[in-house]
């Protein structure tokens, strides 16, 4: 009876822990871009730094209520008001300030089918809309409707070897 009451607490301690602890670490990163920014504006007083600390309360805040939608947006807004030295912020601790955010930030997982960073190795579907002519080269002849079949076709291409 202790040894499984003894393994219900430690895989209930380890359960909260595991939970607990991606929540902590997950809080970690924006936690630094607000240090960061409390630095720079104490360096850089000059322009508004409020609405930047405003933007990290809501990321903290999409960071704590498990909202990666939130968290996205309105760091991409931090972002871009850096980029635009939104408020009347220093130039200087705009361009350290974005670079150290970028920096820290957990990288963002491709979820998207059609992502643009192709690497060797990668194919991607292609398709061609129905209403466009559709050729094997360049001034060349429309293919069947089934599309162009380059050996089926036995079209002449001078750049091939």
Known sequence: MKRKMLIAVTVALALCLWTGGSALAAGTWADEIVTATTFYKANYPDGNWSPYFEELTKVKGGITRGDEQIVKVEMDQFLKMLQGRAHGINDVAADELYNFALAVRPSEPSTSAMSSDLEIGDEKPMSVPDHSINTPYE???????????????????PGAS
Do not use: A, H, S, T
């Open 139 to 157: 001034g060349g002849r429309p293919c069947q409707l089934e599309g162009c079949d380059y050996w089926q076709d036995n079209v002449f291409d």
